[in-house]
């Protein structure tokens, strides 16, 4: 008869994702350096790259683990079975899913940081371009202004000679009309016009 005691000593397996904040917190947090030559749409290679993230000397990234899951082999496996296969490639390579888990969590905070990139660029931009906005709207209205002051002066200046017009006009239909009363004792028919003359048959240009 066998007794299985448990070894209270002993601790408990830790839980997956527990694991997997512990190799995160492991990785030493650095702040990757884009400069000018990592375009907005630069593939993510390049990003990696500029980020300079190491290439393990055993080649097992992410991204060549990603390829094995994808490959005709096993991407149709049950979950487990890919695991599986998975690992017994790492182990005959001699290494650690946790050096796979490190090189993709510096991917990942590669990938944040050129994000964080992209925003602020994004961010600057919208901010230059909304000030130049309201530039060109102050120039908009400014130039309104000016235009309507153009057209009041114009609606004013008409306005003006057209007083001025029918005023001496005025004047001029009283004087018609006082030679017309001199001249009317004298004539049959009064030539002279007391109103005012036709308006041309073509328009002046």
């Not at 375009?39 to 000397?57: C, L, N, Q, S």
Request: some cysteine; overall charge negative; glycine content about 2%.
């Amino acid at each position: 008869m066998f007794v299985s005691v448990d070894d209270a000593s002993q601790p408990a397996p830790p839980e997956p994702a527990q694991s997997v904040a512990q190799i995160a917190s492991s990785v030493p947090v650095v702040e990757p350096h884009f400069d000018a030559s990592v375009k907005p749409d630069a593939d993510f290679e390049e990003i990696y790259r500029a980020a300079e993230i190491p290439e393990p000397a055993h080649g097992y990234t992410i991204t060549k683990i990603a390829e094995m899951l994808q490959s005709e082999r096993i991407r149709s496996l049950p979950l487990e079975v890919k695991k599986s296969s998975v690992l017994l490639a790492l182990d005959a390579a001699g290494v650690k899913i946790e050096q796979v888990v490190e090189d993709a969590v510096r991917r990942d905070r590669a990938l944040d940081a050129f994000e964080r990139v992209q925003q602020r660029a994004l961010d600057e931009l919208e901010a230059r371009k909304d000030k130049e906005n309201h530039e060109i709207q102050a120039d908009l209205e400014r130039l309104v202004q000016e235009h309507n002051a153009r057209v009041q002066a114009n609606n004013d200046a008409v306005a003006k000679e057209k007083e001025r017009f029918y005023s001496w006009r005025l004047r001029k239909q009283r004087e018609e009309q006082k030679i017309a009363d001199c001249v009317s004792p004298f004539v049959a028919e009064n030539p002279i016009t007391t109103g005012s003359p036709p308006p041309p048959s073509k328009p002046l240009p």
